[in-house]
C-alpha cells in the first residue's frame, strides 16, 4: 500500500469515527426534549380538564342524550337551531349583556377611584389598602352568604337604613326591577379587591419624576390624572377589561346562591342557563350547544377588544 492509499485509508476512519460520535439530538433539540419534557404535567392537565371536555363538548352538541348523559341519537345542527329559536337563549343574553354592563364600568371606576385616593405617602394608606383589598381574600359564597344577609328584606342592615331615611325597604332579590341590580353591587363588591391591587400596583409603576415634572410645568391634579396617568395606566385598564368581561359572561357561583335565576328569569345570565338545562333539565346536548355558543361569544368579545381598544392602549 503506498503512502496515498494509506492517507485515503485514514481519512475514512476519522470520517466513520466521527459518524459514529455524532450525537442523536443536536443541542436545540436537547434544549427542546427538556422544555417538553418539564410542560408535559402541564399538557396532561390540559388535555384531560380542557381539550377532552372541550371535544366532548362538541360532540353532545350534536346529538340528543338520555337522562345519564348518554347518547340517544345524533341530531347534528339541531341543538343549535332549536337554541337559537328559544326565548330562554335571547333573554339570558340580554341579562348576562346587562350584567355586564352594571359590573365592569362602575367596578373599573370604582378600583381606580380607590386606587388614586390610596396611592399617595400619607400616613395610615397602609391600613385602607388592605381594606380595600380585602374581598379578593372571600371565596363567592362565602362574600355570597353576606350580602344574602345584608339583603335580607327584614333584618337586612340595607333596608334598616332605608327605613331610618324614612324609605320603604326594598325587596332587593325577590323583585324582578331589583334582582338584577342587587346581583351586581355585590359583584362589583366582591371583584373590587383584586382590580384594586392590580390598579395601584399600575400607579406605584409609574415613575415619581413623572408626577414632579407634572407639577413644575403648572399642571393641575385633574389634568395630569387625565392627560398624564391615564395614558400610562391604560395597559392596566385594557388587561382589567378584558379579564372583567370575561368573568362577567362567567358568573354562576353569586347567581345560583342568591337568586337561582329569578325571580321570573331576571337573572338568568348564561351560565345559569348552561348549567339549568344540563344539570336540572338533563339535556346535555343543548347545554353543551349553549357552552360552545358562550365560547364563541367570549372569544369574538376579545378579539374585538384587541382588535380595536388596543389601539388606544399606550405602551411605555
Known amino acids: 500500500m503506498n503512502t496515498t492509499e494509506a492517507g485515503l485509508a485514514a481519512r475514512r476512519r476519522a470520517v466513520g469515527r466521527t459518524r459514529q460520535a455524532?450525537?442523536?439530538?443536536?443541542?436545540?433539540?436537547?434544549?427542546?426534549?427538556?422544555?417538553?419534557?418539564?410542560?408535559?404535567?402541564?399538557?396532561?392537565?390540559?388535555?384531560?380538564?380542557?381539550?377532552?371536555?372541550?371535544?366532548?363538548?362538541?360532540?353532545?352538541?350534536?346529538?340528543?342524550?338520555?337522562?345519564?348523559?348518554?347518547?340517544?341519537?345524533?341530531?347534528g345542527l339541531d341543538?343549535?337551531?332549536?337554541?337559537?329559536?328559544?326565548?330562554?337563549?335571547?333573554?339570558?343574553l340580554l341579562v348576562t349583556i346587562k350584567f355586564t354592563a352594571f359590573t365592569v364600568p362602575p367596578g373599573l371606576f370604582a378600583a381606580l377611584l380607590l386606587a388614586a385616593l390610596t396611592h399617595?405617602?400619607?400616613?395610615?394608606?397602609r391600613l385602607f389598602r388592605f381594606v380595600f383589598s380585602l374581598p379578593t381574600a372571600?371565596?363567592?359564597?362565602?362574600?355570597?352568604?353576606?350580602?344574602?344577609?345584608?339583603?335580607?328584606?327584614?333584618?337586612?342592615?340595607?333596608?334598616?337604613?332605608?327605613?331610618?331615611?324614612g324609605l320603604d325597604p326594598v325587596q332587593w332579590l325577590t323583585d324582578p326591577a331589583w334582582a338584577l341590580v342587587s346581583v351586581s353591587i355585590m359583584t362589583v363588591w366582591m371583584n373590587i379587591g383584586f382590580q384594586y391591587i392590580v390598579l395601584l400596583s399600575?400607579?406605584?409603576?409609574?415613575?415619581?419624576?413623572?408626577?414632579?415634572?407634572?407639577?413644575?410645568d403648572g399642571s393641575g391634579p385633574f389634568r395630569t390624572f387625565f392627560q398624564i396617568i391615564m395614558p400610562l395606566l391604560s395597559p392596566t385598564l385594557f388587561f382589567l377589561s378584558v379579564v372583567?368581561?370575561?368573568?362577567?359572561?362567567?358568573?354562576?357561583?353569586?347567581?345560583?346562591?342568591?337568586?337561582?335565576g329569578g325571580p321570573a328569569g331576571s337573572t338568568e345570565v348564561f351560565v345559569y342557563s348552561i348549567y339549568k338545562e344540563a344539570f336540572v333539565n338533563y339535556q346535555f346536548g343543548?347545554?353543551?350547544?349553549?357552552?360552545?355558543?358562550?365560547?364563541?361569544?367570549?372569544?369574538?368579545?376579545?378579539?374585538?377588544?384587541?382588535r380595536f381598544a388596543e389601539r388606544k392602549v399606550h405602551y411605555h
Open 22 to 75: 455524532k450525537p442523536f439530538l443536536s443541542t436545540a433539540g436537547k434544549d427542546n426534549f427538556t422544555g417538553y419534557l418539564f410542560m408535559a404535567p402541564s399538557l396532561a392537565l390540559f388535555a384531560v380538564f380542557l381539550f377532552y371536555p372541550l371535544l366532548k363538548s362538541l360532540y353532545l352538541s350534536l346529538c340528543l342524550t338520555d337522562p345519564r348523559g348518554r347518547v340517544a341519537a345524533f341530531v
Open 244 to 260: 372583567s368581561i370575561m368573568g362577567a359572561f362567567q358568573s354562576f357561583g353569586q347567581i345560583n346562591i342568591l337568586t337561582k
Open 120 to 125: 399617595g405617602s400619607l400616613r395610615g394608606m
Open 79 to 92: 341543538n343549535f337551531t332549536s337554541l337559537f329559536r328559544a326565548e330562554a337563549f335571547w333573554n339570558s
Open 202 to 216: 399600575g400607579l406605584q409603576g409609574i415613575a415619581d419624576d413623572i408626577f414632579d415634572s407634572a407639577r413644575i
Open 286 to 306: 343543548t347545554g353543551s350547544a349553549y357552552a360552545l355558543v358562550l365560547f364563541a361569544i367570549i372569544m369574538l368579545l376579545t378579539f374585538l377588544q384587541f
Open 138 to 165: 372571600l371565596s363567592v359564597s362565602t362574600s355570597s352568604v353576606i350580602w344574602m344577609m345584608l339583603f335580607h328584606p327584614t333584618t337586612g342592615t340595607l333596608n334598616y337604613f332605608l327605613t331610618r331615611l
